[in-house]
């Protein structure tokens, strides 16, 4: 549902620019006679008021008229002499431009009189001349006349005029409101009219006899009221393409309402948005009363009522009408005799590309008509209840050559076999019974269900549910971040562990205690059957105190670590999801070094990871793009233990050979996915890494020495499964193995507060792709 404040949001804009991307009060003139002009209009006046009057060829162009206040201007009409008084004029020329003007009309200020001959005009050329961006605004003030933003009675464009109605009095009667107007020759373009809470009779974004009214833009809400007819642009000769009205909040259109209407020409790519409104005649995007096309224009109808017929477009002599769209959603009421066109024409193809959208349920109406596809956006409201479209006619619906497809809200219960859906009804059948595409049925982006078209029913078109749900290969998206997050946790503990103690128990000793801080930093790929790109920032910080015992030493210590990083993940569909992961988090360690050079450790750590999630790429069962973001929170907790035996060669180089045992759990979670509205049941995650390693190291000088490592890694688990309404998912994996190689460099502090620094490089290959960096940090105290 639209917000019924949004003309404000749009007044606002408009106040601050053009939604076109011209200046609300666009100086236009470049060599005019009457410019920059303000009159003001505070008194009672029965005569024209005009800001600028330019005569001649002269122009008269940027000048403004405020009526404010105790301002009125009281029209009056000769009928025997057909002179009329009481206009209000922003600029007036003969035979010269009327351009950039303003009308202000605000605190009470009135413009009434005879509606014949007589209005309101933003700018006005008798003759020729152009009548461009021109403002009219009327703020707290009562008009019961006609409005013009741009007015051109002889030869002329009217484009770019604005016309907005803000706050208005209940007094109000406008005969007729006019973005731009051109009487005879001239195209009406680009012209904007929005306004809340009116009454009218008649409402143009652009009207012109002889020209182009395209790209006009309509906007009504808070139950304005139009005894008439509604369209974006209409001429007689020429386009009316790109138009656009929307009515939005108890807005009610006693009479047609059409975004683009032509005699002769194109009506192409217009829009209708109907949001709890009612018209009581026909809809239409895009209409050609003689000859010429109306293509690809989209009238949208989300909750209301229509009591006449709907036309994507139409084409009442020769022309084409096609790849028009209809959408109707929610509660939308129509007559009995109401008939959906996608398209209609007296000759020339209505049915190619036309499409009609349903996102209802329970609905009654006449008929439909012209559509090559039929979609169905179903809920649970749809499941083993009344059909979709109950139609009233009294002859059968024709499907012939008509694709019906459905595709089922990722919020709606799982379906079970033997569930019915009912799509259309008629009791005097159909020509055909179409063709329901596929024999699937899509859940959000998620599950897919067996069907099967009943071929038995002669007065409905519907299916049943024929397989339980299973998981779509996008559903595996979703798990990749639980996967990454993992992947993440592990490269803070290997941090931890690769460099973290050897260099705690290098500076600990039983007089002193010793802090060290190791931070890490890179990049890396898991190939989980999919890939998972992770970059990101380890930190830990820790404190170490070393006992000596009968079998050598005992280092041991508290540490704190953290951790940001980013992802983004690929499945082979070309989904794509993307975010960011963290995690903050304690933990203990003790490290047992024997005099005989082997050596054992162990850690804890406990912590909370949060991650979010925004998959690209996603799809309906029609193919449509969805969205869905969702957020996560989880504690994590693992451990870890290894054994090793340093032996030296000689009396600089030694050996560390190692194996170590790494253990990452990340409990479960429940998310719902923002925009598909399915909710995921994330599986605890585990990974078990089993690393056998060796390193060489070498001692330059008392204070600097270098190491070069190489190990192989298992990961016996690493896989992220989940459920969608009781179905599992396809689950990332990254069991298997990788290889690592590395570099390293540690200095000893030169003076006895200098930090010891150690520097190393990692590099894998395998089921983990990828490198880090570390610089490690160490003080005695």
Known sequence: MMNKNLSKVILASLLGGSLFGNALYANTALAADVTDQTKIVDSTENTDQIAGEATGTDNANNNTLIITGKGEINGSYDISTSISNGRAYGGKAENGDASGNKVIIEQGGKVTGSYVGNGVFGGYVADTGNANYNNIIINKGIVKTDVYGGYVEGSGNANHNIVAIIANDDDNKITGIYGGYAQTTGDTNYNIVTASGIETYLLYGGVSEQGDSSYNRVFLDQGAYINGNMYGGATNIGNTNYNMVTIVDNVQVDFYLCAGLTTTGNANHNIVNIYSSTVDDEVCGGKVSDAGNANDNTVTINAGKIDNNVYGGQVQNSGDAINNTVNIIGDVTFSTGSVLYGGDSGSGDAFTGNTLNVASAGLSLGNVANFENYNFYLTDANINADAVLNLQASSNTNLDKAKINATLSGAARALK??????????????????????????????????????????????????????????????????????????????????????????????????????????????????????????????????????????????????????????????????????????????HQDNNSGTYYEGSLRYGQTNSDYSGSGLTDGLGNPLAATYDSSSAYYGAHIGIGKVSKLTDTTSTDIYAKLLYTHQQGDSAVMAGSGETYDFDAVDSTRARVGARLSKTYSDRATAYVGTA??????????????????????????????????????????????????????????????????????
């Open 712 to 781: 192989y890694e298992y990961e016996f688990d690493g896989e992220a499964t989940a459920t969608v309404k009781g179905f599992s998912t396809l689950a990332p994996s990254i069991k298997g193995g990788s290889g690592m190689l590395e570099l390293g460099y540690s200095l000893k502090p030169k003076a006895a507060n200098d930090p010891t620094i150690d520097l190393s490089l990692q590099g894998w290959l395998g089921k983990k792709e990828g490198f880090t960096t570390n610089v490690n940090f160490m003080w005695k105290f």
């Open 417 to 590: 076999v033997g569930d019915t859906v009912k799509l259309l009804h008629n009791s005097n059948g159909f020509s055909t019974t179409g063709t329901i595409t596929g024999t699937t049925l899509q859940q959000g982006f998620s599950l897919i269900y067996g069907i099967e078209l009943d071929t038995t029913s002669t007065d409905s078109v519907n299916f049943t549910v024929t397989e339980g749900g299973r998981a779509t290969e996008a559903s595996k998206s979703p798990s990749e971040t639980r996967l990454a997050t993992v992947g993440f946790l592990n490269s803070g503990i290997d941090n931890f562990t690769d460099n973290g103690i050897t260099n705690a128990v290098a500076v600990a000793s039983s007089d002193n205690g010793a802090v060290f801080a190791a931070a890490g930093g890179g990049q890396s790929r898991l190939h989980s059957g999919s890939y998972t790109d992770i970059k990101g920032y380890n930190f830990v910080l820790g404190a170490a105190k070393a006992i000596t015992n009968n079998a050598g030493k005992l280092t041991y210590g508290p540490f704190a670590e953290a951790g940001w990083g980013t992802y983004d993940s690929h499945l082979d569909c070309g989904v794509r999801g993307d975010g960011n992961t963290r995690y903050y988090g304690v933990g203990a360690f003790a």
